[in-house]
């Protein structure tokens, strides 16, 4: 046997190819025995001349070369027309056909059938099969060199997980085809919408059968046909006509095609399982609780909803150290599941499910978030007043009405049986709130929290009309943050809990302060029916998901307070982290200022600690030379490049008992920074790209240009924006430069009218992706679009740029969570800068992001936000580990109060001094001082990445 591309031929098939093959290459049509085997495989047949008559391919090809060779049997074969017809009558039983091969006249040649009628008989030139083979090639061409596209993947859903019915197969309705000499243009079937995929259209797959799916282009319609076993009952049309989509070679699995297919249930489908909240391993009751889900495989959304508003399904789990229980989404059934401890399967197939985890000696593991092994997610119980009498003694009451508060026995059995005796109950019918606090224990905005309450109404399913957390400022100002059911344990018993995050005190009152107590309860309008509390806890600063339910400690865990403004001094690592980087960038006799508080991933963290800038002299070896050496608590350094070495570090140390005994004397020190000096003076031309949002403005670019004009260099500053050139555009962010985000800028789709435009209508759009194509990296595309340096080059006609800075970032930071953003920083700069280096090999690359002002409202985004994002770049930078791409510490060099000197609201005015209280007015952009600062740092880094330095 011969296996020609995925088919298979015997020896005289197989030659037979080859002699087929030589026909086409003789005819003009250069292509392979392998390429026509696979086309032909496809075609399964053709048609004859005579379109009443089918011969197999075999036959066909047959005919052809035995003809070619006078080969056909009771044929006789004579050189030249005169031999022909001196040739006697053919005899009885002799075939009446002979063929002239070499007559001198060429027309001469061919096939010819004796006519015995009278009154002449004679040889009468008939019809030859090789008229046919011109024909036939040109056929055969335009069906080889066909290009059809659909529009879409096809589907395959043997499970019926689209809704559909199982079995089924989705084939986009469009599909583009072209052929020589025929105008490309799409054809749209004339099948039906599926309802389950609008623009697909749904054909049955049939069961038992092989089957072959094609598009019919006599009536533009989808079609599948299936055969037990042997050839299909091929339809009767040319092969022009049909558009072979997809083959089922083996009844009820395996498939083969030219595009793009997609299975949803092939057996190495890897499912994703989804918990809308972290799955709890409950120690205190030994089970597993798992909270509503979605649940995805390639293209299908399975969710499953906890049933009666419950938070969690329990499941129990085994202590057993030899038998595993598996825990599993069911897909088909919409049902959570668990195996018998011991019993198979461990696994599951994703076509019918996910596993959501395992339990065994008495612990669980799982793929997906969870709470309770190595007691992650733990929290433990801050309030120390939440079960029985205690709560009476609670710290902090609903308005301090502790006389409206009282206790009584709890009556619901559920209740009883967990160990909750008593209960917390209003005395006051007008003033039903009972609500129990303290102060929180830890109020910094963005970090999580976690309470519970234990509830008994007195009237079956009722729990009130309101149950909250309430944060309380000191002059009583409040905010709400509901509660979610967590479980009913009776008609009359029930637990309610939440985890969110702590708010941000300044976007409510923020004239009132920062929030300070903590209140958790009930509330039901007066003269209704009573509801009481029987237990509460809370949790914060610990980023718990879950306090465990038997958790209800007696005396508070300690006696600190964590604020917004002040961090605990008894840390267990009290020296604060340094933000800065690797690289400090100056120019010969011109200062740079680098700002203590900027360098510190808390602001608050510098409180108490001492910083010191130390670099050798360059002159250390004489004996005239001493290190530099600068020490502050507060305030910015000034470096002078004449002064400073080669090679420096930032230290940070406490000097203050207050750190605790065991940090004594601990010490932070940056990694080594190499001190990048240029001399003052410089030549030669460089093309500098800024690529950010609107800090990246018009003034920034044109200071970065003259500071390095006064070196003597000729600048072009590159971009499509503004006369000096720039690609800055306002709002935008990382994700909107890789079109990941896709509401902020549009797409161009005329260059010519894109250049022409105005600078702010230029900066609404997004010059630098471009349609993905089969080849991109499926990891670069977002809706479609994948960003391409080279693209924007191309189009614009600007020269590729020396030097590129992109600062991206601060829009990122203020749209999305902190980790999100840092997130984005990361992947957005895999993408960017590997486009850029990849079309300018030789491109100096640089990232950065600017700081914020000292304000209450900028402190909570630095902290929550900033130092992940800074983090990100940092790290970017090291992975690389590519000598042109470097971050650029502009944070650390802008002021956060004259950098920030910008649109002030004026609070008030002394009347004796005439001096003004002001608050800033903008918290993202730099002033002109500001940018200057900005631009100081970026023209130090071309400087020097220019002359090598």
Known sequence: MTTLGTFVFDLDEAELLDRIVGIFNGNGVAITAEKLAEQLGWLMFITASDTSTRKSLTDWAQDIIHLQEGEVSGVGGVATYALLAASPAPGPGESNLRRVTNDPDPLKDGTYRYDAAAPAPHWVKSADPFDTIPATVDLLRNVVRRVAIPAGDIIIDRLGLLGGG????????????????????????????????????????PTGLRSFAYLDLTDNTLKIIGATAGDFALPTIQIDKSVPIICFPFADSGWWSPYKVRELNPAHVVSAFAPLGPIVHNRAE??????????????????????????????GLTSSNAS??????????????????????????????????????????????????????????????????????????????????????????????????????????AATWPYIGDRIPDNR???????????????????????????????????????????????????????????????NSPASGEYIYVHVGVSTPGGTNEVRIAG?????????????????????????????????????DPVPAILYGEDLWLITGRQQLLHLDNVFEQRTERKGVLTTLFAPNPLVATTTAKPYELTLESGSFVVDPAEIGDVASLWTHRYSDTAGAAALGRSYRSAPITVHKASSSGAGTVRVMGIGDS?????????????????????????????????????????????????????????????????????????????????DPAGSIYNGRIYDFAYYLTNTGITPPTHVWICLGTNDIAAYAAATAADWVNKALVIMVG???????????????????????????????????????????????????????????????????????V???????????????????????????????????????FDGT
Not at 295 to 301: H, K, P, S, Y
Not at 368 to 391: C, I, S, T
Not at 865 to 884: C, D, E, H, P, V
Request: glycine content about 8%; aromatic content about 10%.
């Open 286 to 315: 030994n089970e597993v609780l798992i909270p509503s889900a979605n649940a995805r495989n390639e293209i299908v959304l399975n969710s499953h909803t906890v049933a009666d508003g419950q938070r969690y399904e329990a499941f």
């Open 536 to 572: 509460a806890q809370f949790a914060f600063g610990q980023n718990a998901q879950w306090i465990e339910r038997n958790d209800f400690p007696t005396t508070a865990a300690n006696g600190i307070r964590i604020t917004n403004l002040e961090s605990a001094a008894a840390e267990t």
């Open 445 to 507: 905005a963005g970090k999580s929290f976690f309470a519970r309450v234990w509830l008994e109404a007195t009237v079956d399913n009722d729990f009130g009309a309101a149950r909250t957390v309430r944060f309380i400022k000191a002059d009583g100002f409040g905010l709400s943050v509901q509660f979610i059911l967590e479980k009913t344990l009776s008609a009359r018993a029930a637990i309610y809990s939440v985890v969110a995050p702590m708010p941000d005190w300044t976007l």
């Open 907 to 945: 609070v008030s005015t002394d009347v004796d001094t005439g001096m003004v209280t002001l608050d800033n007015g903008d918290l993202l952009h730099p002033s002109p001082a500001g940018v200057h600062q900005y631009a100081e740092v970026v023209a130090a880094w071309v400087a020097n990445t």
């Open 695 to 775: 800090i990246m403005s018009q003034t920034l670019s044109t200071y970065v240009r003259d500071i390095l004009a006064a070196r003597g260099m000729t600048v072009a500053m590159s971009g499509t924006v503004g006369p000096t050139g720039n690609e800055g555009r306002p709002g935008s962010t990382f994700t909107d430069h890789i079109h990941a985000r896709t509401d902020w800028l549009t797409t161009v789709t005329n260059w010519a009218a894109y250049l022409a435009a105005s600078d702010a209508e230029k900066q609404t759009f997004d010059v630098m992706t471009r349609e993905a194509t089969g080849g």
């Open 324 to 429: 595993i229980k598996t825990y599993w989404y069911d897909y088909k059934a919409n049902l959570y599941r668990e195996n018998t401890a011991g019993v198979a399967p461990y696994t599951v197939d994703p076509r019918v499910g996910v596993v959501i985890g395992w339990s065994w000696g008495g612990e669980f593991f799982s793929p997906w978030p969870h709470v309770g092994r190595m007691g992650q997610g733990l929290g433990k119980n801050d309030f120390a007043y939440g079960k029985g009498d205690r709560m009476l003694l609670s710290p902090s009451v609903w308005e301090g009405e502790i006389a409206n508060l009282g206790m009584v026995d709890v009556a619901d059995a559920a209740l009883i049986a967990l160990g909750f005796t008593r209960a917390l109950r209003t005395t006051n019918a």
């Open 835 to 905: 486009s850029i280096l990849a079309t300018v090999p030789t491109a100096k690359i640089a990232i950065g992001l600017p700081t914020l002002p000292r304000t209450a409202t900028a402190d909570a985004r630095w902290n929550a936000s900033y130092g992940l994002a800074i983090r990100a770049m940092l790290k970017f930078k090291r992975t690389l580990a590519n000598a042109q791409v470097k971050v650029i510490p502009i944070w650390a060099h802008i002021n956060q109060v004259t950098g920030f000197a910008n649109s002030e609201v």
């Open 166 to 205: 199982t079995s089924q197969l989705y084939i986009p309705r469009g599909t583009f085809i072209d052929m020589p000499g025929v105008v490309g243009s799409t054809v749209t079937a004339t099948n039906a919408n599926s309802t389950e995929l609008p623009g697909w259209s749904k054909l049955t797959i």
